[in-house]
Nanobody
Framework: QVQLVESGGGLVQSGGSLILSCAASGRFNIIYGMGWYRQVPGKQRELVADIARSGMTDYADSVKGRFSITRDNAKNTIYLRMNSLKPEDTAVYYC??????????WGQGTQVTVSS
């Protein structure tokens, strides 16, 4: 089993910044892919950004140039720095990881609210 602890969500004004973090612990040897997804009520969960163990990243078009995902493999932790936040970024953000057991694990979600 893998446990994920997310932190960093909250309320911010439009144009502001937030940093989310997600730390993984439990029974695994290595974590391959790690990423952040988000979901608003009535819509499907969507990929925000992900990062391979090599450091290769991928971003949703809507956040390119504003968000940055990084990871610390020694700490099994990922970070999502969100700049120039917009009201449409308001969502519950979920951490997702793929360890060496081949199963995806999800965090409990952290609310990000951007006021206009």
């Amino acid at each position: 089993q893998v446990q994920l602890v997310e932190s960093g969500g909250g309320l911010v004004q439009s144009g502001g910044s937030l940093i989310l973090s997600c730390a993984a612990s439990g029974r695994f040897n290595i974590i391959y892919g790690m990423g952040w997804y988000r979901q608003v009520p009535g819509k499907q969960r969507e990929l925000v950004a992900d990062i391979a163990r090599s450091g290769m990243t991928d971003y949703a078009d809507s956040v390119k140039g504003r968000f940055s995902i990084t990871r610390d493999n020694a700490k099994n932790t990922i970070y999502l720095r969100m700049n120039s936040l917009k009201p449409e970024d308001t969502a519950v953000y979920y951490c997702n990881v793929y360890p060496d057991d081949g199963r995806p694990y999800w965090g409990q979600g952290t609310q990000v609210t951007v006021s206009s």
